[in-house]
């Protein structure tokens, strides 16, 4: 399992921004390459899952620890 290293703001700003691209995904219809919205995926799972990858591989962690 992946250890949390994203909390706080980070994680808020991770599921706004996610939530944002996949709503204009479908907001957005008519645009040639929509599909790029779906990127989006990304910010918004590694914000609730609160575990971010290349976090883990840079050495960053915004978690707070107790």
Do not use: E
């Amino acid at each position: 399992m992946l250890k949390k290293n994203v909390g706080g703001i980070d994680r808020i700003l991770r599921i706004v921004v996610g939530l944002a691209l996949i709503l204009g995904f479908f907001l957005n219809a008519d645009a040639s390459m929509r599909w790029l919205y779906l990127i989006g995926i990304i910010p918004l799972a590694t914000g609730l899952m609160q575990s971010c990858v290349l976090y883990s591989i840079l050495g960053i962690n915004t978690c707070k620890t107790k």
